[in-house]
C-alpha cells in the first residue's frame, strides 16, 4: 500500500524483530503515517535532493555508496522505524508511550551530522513555512549511527527538539 509518492506501508512497518503480532498498525496508525509521509517526508525529499545534489557525491549510508550515483539522481530519505507494535516496541527498548505506536513517528537514517543536521533544518522550515506543527525533532547518534527521530500527532503537539547523542 502507497502511503505517497515515495512512500509505502511495507517500508513504515518493516522491522529485524519477529513479533507474534506481525507489527500490523491500526486504521489511525496508517492515516497518521499517511500524514507524515504527504505532508513531511515528500518536501523533505524533494528540498534534499533540490538543494544538496551536489553533496550526493560522497554520500554513504552504511553499506549503500553513491558516489558513483549521477548527480541528477535522487537520494532516497531511509526510514528505519515506524510504526511499532507494543511488542516490537517493547523488543527494541523503545520509551513506553511512545509515538512510533500510534504511527505519528519515523526515524531517517542519516550519512552522519552534517545530513542530520540538513534534514532538521529542511523540517524545521516546512513546519515554518506551512504553520504546521510537529511534536518532536530528535537528533541521535549511538556509535558512528545518526538517525534523526520526527514525529507528528494529530493533535497537541509540541515542537520539542532534543539532542541525544550518547
Known sequence: MKLSEHFGLAELTKTSYHPLDGNIPSHVAIENLRNICENWL???RYSYNKLYQISNEKLEIRNCDYSDADKEEEIPVVITSGYRSEEV?????????SNHLTGCAVDIRCAGPEQLIRYSSILLDIADGTRQEFDELIHEKRGSTYWLHFAVRPKDNRRKILFDMR
Open 89 to 97: 516496541n517493547r523488543l527494541c527498548g523503545g520509551a513506553k508511550g
Open 42 to 44: 515528500e518536501d523533505l
